[in-house]
């Protein structure tokens, strides 16, 4: 079975600097999907950004970025020129691409991410 | 742009009682989810609809839980008999055909038992 671990439970930020969050996922599958979500105070899930495990290249979705390694089957997150509307959980997620698995998403622990203006 | 809808944003029950949470997904799509997040933990798959019935459930999805989708356009969770341990926050989502597209998540309703 799939797992995905977020080893920081909670990161701080300085505004207009860098985080990185982390992402970690066991599977045996050649071929999946990762997500970062966000999750605000008001806790809607908002997609953040998406990879696909096919593609070498990384995502980037303005100033959210990932660095996919599927070798070492880490995904991590970072935020750049990070603002006070960052702030939020943020949760890794997995999909596996197998029909049967009914395209459930897998999630990780969450990673509370604060922003000190 | 559409969205997957959910009611109530917030739904306070006493123990026993019966609850429905009510979700409109995006209308071309064919695959439901009900996904809960008891407040502190991660989110934890309930269950999957398409085709209409059930695809696969978890753990926690027991006999005191059912989805529906009566008219085409709701998908229902009804919790039975509610427990204080039902207290979180329900997400529901829907996707469209093919293994390549991504779930939309609706608000979430928050559950509160006491």
């Known amino acids: 079975a799939q797992t995905v671990t977020q080893s920081q439970p909670e990161m701080s930020v300085q505004e207009a600097e860098t985080v990185t969050l982390s992402c970690t996922y066991d599977?045996?599958?050649?071929?999946?999907?990762l997500f970062w979500y966000k999750q605000p105070p008001s806790r809607q899930m908002i997609l953040v950004i998406r990879q696909e495990a096919y593609k070498q290249q990384n995502a980037t979705e303005n100033r959210f970025s990932v660095n996919f390694q599927k070798a070492a089957k880490s995904f991590s997150l970072k935020i750049s020129d990070s603002q006070l509307g960052d702030a939020a959980m943020y949760f890794c997620?997995?999909?596996?691409?197998?029909?049967?698995?009914?395209?459930?998403?897998?999630w990780g622990a969450g990673t509370k991410l604060i922003i000190k203006p | 742009e559409p969205e997957v809808t959910q009611t109530p944003s917030h739904q306070v029950t006493q123990m026993g009682q019966e609850v429905i949470l009510r979700c409109v997904p995006i209308?071309?799509?064919?695959?439901f989810y009900w996904y809960r997040q008891i407040l502190g933990q991660k989110v934890e798959f309930l269950v999957s609809?398409?085709?209409?019935?059930?695809?696969?459930k978890s753990e926690i999805f027991d006999d005191q839980f059912s989805v529906e989708r009566p008219d085409g356009s709701n998908f229902t969770l009804k919790i039975r008999s509610t427990k204080l341990e039902d207290s979180a926050m329900y997400f529901c989502a829907s996707r469209s055909r093919g293994s390549n597209t991504e779930a939309f998540f609706g608000q979430g309703t928050r559950l509160t038992v006491v």
């Open positions: 209308s071309n799509h064919l695959y």
């Open positions: 609809f398409y085709n209409n019935e059930i695809s696969e």
């Open positions: 599977t045996s599958e050649s071929d999946y999907y």
């Open positions: 997620a997995y999909r596996s691409l197998l029909m049967d698995s009914n395209y459930q998403l897998i």
